[in-house]
Nanobody, 125 residues
Framework: QVHLVESGGGLVQPGGSLRLSCAAS????????MGWFRQTPGKEREFLAG????????YYEDSVKDRFTISRDNGQNTVFLQMNILKPEDTAVYYC??????????????????WGKGTLVTVSS
């Protein structure tokens, strides 16, 4: 099973940018489709973006598709989430997750094979 560790979270002002990273170990990242999710207290975990094994296909939740970009570098076993024009409502714990058989997509309830422990993003002035 792949082990995932997120990094890159922190405090950013509204309108700013952050780039999250998700480093994989234990199994090659290329074996997995990947996704980014987020969660705030009292709410369900929310899908944000998914990317295919090669990186050729990406899918986004409507609320972030014009601001967030998912990408991957299989050679570095790392997945990224570039987040631009951040808003206070983007404040959450952000998680990456892996699925060996399906690409996470909007509206698709999918059991992910592995999850990272998350990284906190706070958008505030």
């Amino acid at each position: 099973q792949v082990h995932l560790v997120e990094s890159g979270g922190g405090l950013v002002q509204p309108g700013g940018s952050l780039r999250l990273s998700c480093a994989a170990s234990g199994r090659p990242l290329r074996s997995y489709a990947m996704g980014w999710f987020r969660q705030t207290p009292g709410k369900e975990r929310e899908f944000l973006a998914g990317i295919s094994w090669s990186g050729n296909d990406a899918y986004y939740e409507d609320s972030v598709k014009d601001r967030f970009t998912i990408s991957r570098d299989n050679g570095q076993n790392t997945v990224f989430l570039q987040m631009n024009i951040l808003k206070p409502e983007d404040t959450a714990v952000y998680y990456c997750a892996a699925n060996e058989w399906q690409v996470p997509q909007p509206g698709l309830r999918l059991d992910m094979d592995s999850w990272g422990k998350g990284t906190l993003v706070t958008v505030s002035s």
